[in-house]
T-cell receptor, first 115, second 118 residues
Framework: DVKVTQSSRYLVKRTGEKVFLECVQDMDHENMFWYRQDPGLGLRLIYFSYDVKMKEKGDIPEGYSVSREKKERFSLILESASTNQTSMYLC??????????????FGPGTRLLVL | AQKVTQAQTEISVVEKEDVTLDCVYETRDTTYYLFWYKQPPSGELVFLIRRNSFDEQNEISGRYSWNFQKSTSSFNFTITASQVVDSAVYFCALSEADSGAGSYQLTFGKGTKLSVIP
């Protein structure tokens, strides 16, 4: 069974704080992804990584950065949190190389509130 | 550009009714993959099914069935004899194999919220 875990289910931060969201997968997957989910907008890709230390921007990378120092762990960083980053953040992973047919498996999500 | 449309924002049914969730997609590629995910109130997206563009056979898994029709670019999902546990947001998604470096990217529809009333 694929397991993707996220460090927090709920997080409350203040504007301007640096925020770290952690994601760990236990299936030796090559690819990892960060999405945010907002009502009426669906899921939007922020960043993804296809290998250790490799990263690529998704559709909405502004205000975010990522880190992948180990294969199983992918961190999303909000350098200076803003209220418009209040959202649900979902991490996902998929096996093998970059391929359209690979299924992405998701973690439970982190609901972030920025005050 | 690829696009997925789930026109039904919210649906409510009474338990034991059948319900169909619609998904219409747009793509210029000949090879692509379609997915359905379920997101219960707990928040985690649960993978339900993956279909490739060359396999138009309908699929049935228990009370769930999927109807893939390339002629209408649709990949609809039917729940038979719905149960309260089926209450969730359901997402349809598309990835394109011909997109080169971006082929692993999933494009999601905006989701359909299904409420099954006891």
């Amino acid at each position: 069974d694929v397991k993707v875990t996220q460090s927090s289910r709920y997080l409350v931060k203040r504007t301007g704080e640096k925020v770290f969201l952690e994601c760990v997968q236990d299936m030796d997957h090559e690819n990892m992804f960060w999405y945010r989910q907002d009502p009426g907008l669906g899921l939007r890709l922020i960043y993804f990584s296809y290998d250790v230390k490799m990263k690529e921007k998704g559709d909405i990378p502004e205000g975010y950065s990522v880190s992948r120092e180990k294969k199983e762990r992918f961190s999303l960083i909000l350098e200076s949190a803003s209220t418009n980053q209040t959202s649900m953040y979902l991490c996902a992973s998929s096996p093998l190389g970059l391929a359209a047919q690979e299924t992405q498996y998701f973690g439970p999500g982190t609901r972030l509130l920025v005050l | 550009a690829q696009k997925v449309t789930q026109a039904q924002t919210e649906i409510s049914v009474v338990e034991k009714e059948d319900v169909t969730l619609d998904c219409v997609y747009e793509t210029r590629d000949t090879t692509y993959y379609l997915f359905w995910y379920k997101q219960p109130p707990s928040g985690e997206l649960v993978f339900l099914i993956r279909r490739n563009s060359f396999d138009e056979q309908n699929e049935i898994s228990g009370r769930y069935s999927w109807n893939f029709q390339k002629s209408t670019s649709s990949f609809n999902f039917t729940i038979t004899a719905s149960q309260v546990v089926d209450s969730a947001v359901y997402f349809c998604a598309l990835s394109e194999a011909d997109s080169g470096a971006g082929s692993y990217q999933l494009t999601f529809g905006k989701g359909t919220k299904l409420s099954v009333i006891p």
